[in-house]
């Protein structure tokens, strides 16, 4: 041993000395591995959480996305076309309704008194009027030309109320000797520059010369108006009297509003909309380059045979009927894209939303997490940085201080950082909150690493919640619409037999809604011991509007009958009562009939209704065709015709909507009136039931997997006769 002044070299104290110094570096060693193997653990574990919740983060934001788009852009564009296709439909039906009128007129002309026209005359510009326009080089001075323009003044009412309560814009009749008579407010543009009438090439027109062709309703393509030059579309309708043209009715619809909405539908998140027409050309567009800008209609492209297989594709399907919500690749963008047909004029509206604008919230969710993840990153690092100086002078600390207080910090610095270890390992699952607990409380980084977490996890959780709550409100709407079509078959008779007291009749309806509720309605009633009504009744749209339509509708119509009202002046009171208040606009095609149970006869009146099917007993069934009044809740104080029927022991009658014989397949096939009678001849001698049966099955069987469009409602009546009448029909048939 050697003394160096207090200091014994290999002495006791020398090895205590040793001893403690080997203890605590070996402490150090120890203590410095653990933190440093934790530390490790909890930067991977950091690091794949985060990864794993930026990935599940991605993947809900996507699919919900994707959702939204899907659910809002299908269901917008349907509505958006269904919207457009109804303006022309009107067009339709109103041209279709001055053509009835002018086969009256053409085809009994000693029964009108005939009323003159007049040639436009400036002071009638801006009010509506009927003025007389002809080709060049026509002379109707005392000629029969001019009893035929006084013949047709006699549409001159008619016409007016049109344009002046319609959607179109003019209505006109044209004849083949080149006059034309125009009921607009334009009169001031019907002259020219030097104040003389502009003659018109009559017979040359597209909207002439496509009805004349065609022989059947007829719409032009879009096309500037020959005095306003606005544009528009013309809908014509020859009319015949003894196979030979007596004139060609149509009417004008201005799209000025059409091509405003259209150009005014981009927005700032990449959307637009675009009508394309039956020839697979762009015909409004807000954009102004690439495939679906507007061209003049000489270089318009066919996008049906675009080099774009993908917009190809998409098109035709478009102008054939409702799609999915797709991916088009054009350029260097891609695009979300649905389409729904105008199924009257065979156009397509097409929705548009750019793949970026979709997927932006994601992407923008992706970088705030990967913002807070990196200064969730920074803050640990900086914390571990700090941590390891702190530790160091700890250390130093621990070696001057003893055992007993290095073993105090290292408990103390490694408890908390094992916890959140254990707390982050267990997260997943229905279990992704990390709470805030006292161990973290610690007052140094780990309590920012550990509340870093916690805001994480709940921000994680609140999104989870609000899809949720979105899926509920889901769930709650469907079923307060399941609780609305139970009401709405409830008000209608559903208990068969219906009066199976009654032995003189047998009758059986059904009505399947194309939606949860829906507009078409029948109804039959007992009105006393002797009379039974009969209605049947398509309210002009679906959903839950329809559905309240129908209610009143119904009420109105049993009431009126179970007051003693004949059938035509029941819809004329009803007709009324339905216009008040009417600021929707809707109206309702009825076909409303009250039988005599003792003798078989019985009053029908039909406004705008099918065309009811007759079956005499030991016959087939056949459509009955008689001229329809106009539907109620069209135009007020209006005058129903009716129409007398009798029935035999053993006959049947058969009414429905139009959903029945217009349910479509896939390839947009109609079912149609042949096909329906096809049905009803199966067993033409089965109970009202079967018969019913027997058209559901083949509508069903012919619509295959196609969506149903329309309501479907039929009812059938089997009339038996008088009591004893049953038991002497069966006697001559045995004879």
């Known amino acids: ?66 959702a939204v788009v899907q ?18 439909k009107d067009l339709g039906e109103n041209v279709t309704l001055l053509g009835d009128y002018a086969e009256k007129l053409f085809a009994d002309p000693e029964s009108f008194p005939g009323q003159e026209v007049l040639p436009p005359e400036m002071e009638n510009d801006g009010k509506i009027s009927v003025q007389l326009l002809t080709e060049e080089g026509i002379d109707i001075a005392g000629s029969e030309t001019e009893e035929h323009i006084r013949l047709i003044g006699n549409m001159a009412g008619l016409m007016t109320a049109l344009v002046k309560n319609t959607q179109i814009d003019s209505c006109f009749v044209a004849s083949p000797d080149g006059i034309l008579v125009m009921a607009d407010d334009c009169s001031g543009l019907k002259f020219t520059e030097s104040g003389e009438i502009k003659n018109i090439p009559v017979r040359e027109r597209p909207w002439y010369t496509g009805a004349e062709e065609t022989g059947k309703l007829f719409f032009t393509d879009v096309e500037r108006d ?13 009319v015949y009297v003894d196979g030979k043209l007596a004139a060609v009715i149509g009417a004008d619809l201005f799209l000025d509003t059409m091509e405003e909405t259209v150009n005014n539908s981009a927005d700032e998140y990449g959307g637009f909309t675009c009508i394309v027409n039956q020839n697979g050309h762009v015909i ?91 200064i969730a990153r920074e803050n ?46 267990n997260l997943g699952g229905s279990n992704l909150q990390f709470k805030m607990e006292d161990v973290y409380r610690t007052g140094d980084e780990i309590e920012v690493l550990a509340e870093a977490f916690s805001n994480l996890s709940a921000k994680t959780l609140q999104y989870v919640e609000d899809i949720k709550t979105v899926t509920a409100e889901k769930e709650r709407i469907g079923a307060e619409l399941g609780m609305a079509k139970a009401i709405q078959a409830s008000q209608l008779p559903h208990l068969f037999p219906a009066f199976p007291d009654r032995k003189e009749f047998d009758i059986y309806a059904t009505m399947t809604p194309a939606r949860e509720v829906g507009g078409d309605f029948y109804d039959f009633f007992l009105i006393d011991d002797d009379h039974i009504g009969l209605v049947m009744a398509d309210v ?37 009562q339905l216009l008040e208040g009417n600021e929707a606009e809707m109206f309702v095609t009825v076909w409303l009939a009250v039988l005599e149970i003792s003798t078989g006869r019985g009053v029908v009146s039909n406004a705008g209704h099918e065309h009811p099917v007759l079956r005499r007993a030991g016959g087939n069934y056949e459509f009955v065709k008689y001229r329809h009044s106009p539907a109620v809740a069209v135009f007020p104080d209006m005058k129903y015709e009716e129409h007398t029927f009798e029935l035999q022991p053993g006959d049947s009658i058969f009414v429905y909507t139009d959903g029945a014989v217009e349910a479509s397949d896939t390839e947009d096939n109609l079912f149609g009136t042949k096909r329906l009678i096809s049905a009803l001849n199966k067993e033409p001698d089965a109970d009202p039931e079967k018969i019913l049966n027997n058209v559901r099955d083949d509508i069903i069987a012919f619509v295959s997997e196609a969506e149903q469009f329309d309501d479907v409602t039929m009812m059938c009546l089997q009339y038996n006769g008088p009591a004893s009448a049953p038991a002497v029909m069966k006697a001559e048939q045995k004879e």
């Open 380 to 425: 640990y690092a900086g914390s571990i940085n700090n941590s390891r100086k702190t530790l160091l002078v700890l250390l130093i600390m621990i070696v001057a201080g003893g055992i007993a207080a290095a073993l105090g910090v290292a408990k103390r610095i490694v408890k908390p950082l094992n916890t959140i270890t254990n707390r982050v390992v």
């Open 71 to 88: 659910s809002s852009l299908s269901r917008n564009t349907e509505l958006g076309a269904y919207i457009a296709d109804e303006l022309f």
């Open 226 to 238: 020959t005095f306003s030059d606005r544009i528009g579309i013309v809908c014509s309708l020859p």
């Open 284 to 374: 409004f567009s807000p954009e102004k380059q690439g495939a679906l800008q507007v061209y003049i209609s000489e270089d318009a492209p066919d996008l049906r045979v675009s080099e774009n297989l993908e917009l190809a594709r998409f098109i035709a399907d478009a102008l054939h009927g409702p799609t999915d919500v797709r991916l088009v690749h054009m350029g260097d963008a891609a695009y979300f894209m649905a389409g729904a047909p105008m199924n009257t004029v065979k156009w397509s509206l097409v929705s548009v939303v750019d793949e970026k604008s979709v997927r932006e919230p994601t992407i923008l969710l992706q970088k705030q997490y990967q913002e807070i993840n990196d």
């Open 540 to 576: 002009a749209g679906k959903g839950v509007p329809a559905a309240l339509f129908m209610m009143v509708s119904r009420l109105l119509i049993r009431n009126r009958i179970q007051s003693g009202e004949s059938p035509s002046v029941a819809l004329a009171n009803v007709n009324n």
């Open 1 to 66: 041993m050697k003394k160096i002044r207090n200091w014994v070299l290999g002495g006791l104290q020398h090895k205590i000395f040793n001893l403690v110094l080997i203890t605590i570096i070996l402490i150090v060693v120890a203590y410095t591995v653990v933190i440093s193997y934790q530390t490790k653990n909890l930067s991977g574990l950091v690091a794949d959480t985060g990864q794993k919740q930026e990935e599940s983060i991605r993947e809900i934001s996507t699919l919900t996305m994707d």
